[in-house]
């Protein structure tokens, strides 16, 4: 899937595809990923990959319902922090990629929850606020 720039929200455009379990979004003007684009009608999602589509807001709990993820890749956008809540709700999360982003700020507590990761790739940013590890 590739984002028009008319494509301001990827709200509610998943619902219907219950049986997804990789999604890739490549390329785009997207800014904000709100808590309502994934629900439990999502949850066997496995692998999730949205890249170079300008993401600089994740809301918190924004991921809650895709419990069986095992791979998110955000890399390629302009994030500049990560909040607490951000990936709550990901424990079965193995690999995090995050890499060119502007990520200089990474909350104590961000990473609270990702009990099975694995692979946390943080690559050409610069991370100057916050711990880098997990409790």
């Known amino acids: 899937m590739t984002l028009t720039e008319s494509t301001e929200t990827l709200s509610g455009k998943f619902e219907t595809l219950k049986q997804l379990t990789i999604l890739k979004i490549i390329g785009g003007y997207l800014e904000i990923i ?3 684009t994934f629900t439990s009608s999502n949850n066997k999602l496995e692998e999730l990959e949205i890249t170079s589509c300008s993401i600089f807001l994740i809301e918190p709990k924004t991921f809650v319902s895709l419990i069986n993820l095992r791979e998110l890749n955000l890399s390629n956008n302009t994030l500049m922090r990560i909040a607490p809540g ?3 709700g990901l424990s079965n999360l193995e690999i995090l990629q995050l890499q060119r982003n502007n990520i200089y700020k990474i909350k104590d507590t961000a990473l609270n929850g990702l009990i099975n ?3 946390f790739d943080v690559f050409f940013n610069d991370v100057t606020e916050g711990i880098m590890r997990m409790s």
């Open 117 to 119: 990761l694995q692979i």
């Open 34 to 36: 709100r808590n309502d």
């Open 86 to 88: 951000t990936f709550d």
